[in-house]
């Protein structure tokens, strides 16, 4: 498998302002991560697909301006939350896929508070 | 469009009881499938897989899932259930969508262990 980490695990913002969230692939050179999106009690929404050096394609529905994925090396994503309010408090999650038949490796996540 | 049903959002055990938790997709072939664990303050944790082959397949921590075809189900079982199995269990199914690989989730099965 694949180890992943993100940061911060729990950060809490103003609303109006930008947060961004990192996820490290630590052992595994990963040109394809995930971004999900998880309510409370909820099933993990996908959010977009981040490939290593070309833009992000993002779900129908979720706003590619206000959610900003970067994934500039083998290793890292970033996934910024520009202009964030209240409604955007959730719990945000990354994995990697390995390459082997839709197999990922999910991060911790990240819990943003907005208020 | 591929999806994952998990009828029972709640479920309560005794340990050393046996479990069975039900999943059922929609998809046109087979699909690859999978069950993920989901423990407080921790990432998603894959316990097994389906591809192809023999329709029982084994996981980690004792649990295996059967692959039935003509129910298109693919349930989680575990013959006796220890207090650490309390979590959140989603089933969750790949495949091909928009031209790239897409995993989606059910909305999870919350087990709780009783002594």
């Known amino acids: 498998g694949a180890v992943v980490s993100q940061h911060p695990s729990w950060v809490i913002c103003k609303s109006g302002t930008s947060v961004k969230i990192e996820c490290r692939s630590l052992d595994f050179q990963a040109t394809t991560m995930f971004w999900y999106r998880q309510f409370p009690k909820q099933s993990l929404m996908l959010m977009a697909t981040s490939n290593e050096g070309s833009k992000a394609t993002y779900e129908q529905g979720v706003e590619k301006d206000k959610f900003l994925i970067n994934h500039a090396s083998l290793t890292l994503s970033t996934l910024t939350v520009t202009s964030a309010h209240p409604e955007d408090s959730s719990f945000y999650i990354c994995?990697?896929?390995?390459?082997?038949?839709?197999?990922?490796?999910f991060g911790p996540g990240t819990r943003l508070t907005v208020t | 469009a591929q999806s994952v049903t998990q009828p029972d959002i709640h479920i309560t055990v005794s340990e050393g009881a046996s479990l069975e938790l039900r999943c059922n997709y929609s998809?046109?072939?087979?699909?690859?499938l999978f069950w993920y664990v989901q423990s407080p303050g921790q990432g998603l944790q894959l316990l097994l897989k389906?591809?192809?082959?023999?329709?029982l397949v084994q996981g980690i921590k004792g649990f295996e899932a059967e692959f039935k075809r003509s129910q298109s189900s693919f349930n989680l079982r575990k013959p006796s259930v220890h207090w650490s199995d309390a979590a959140e269990y989603f089933c969750a199914v790949g495949a091909p969508s928009g031209g790239y690989q897409k995993v989606t989730f059910g909305t999870g099965t919350k087990l709780q262990v009783i002594p």
């Open positions: 998809y046109g072939a087979t699909p690859y």
């Open positions: 389906y591809f192809s082959g023999d329709t």
């Open positions: 994995s990697v896929e390995t390459g082997h038949s839709y197999e990922q490796y």
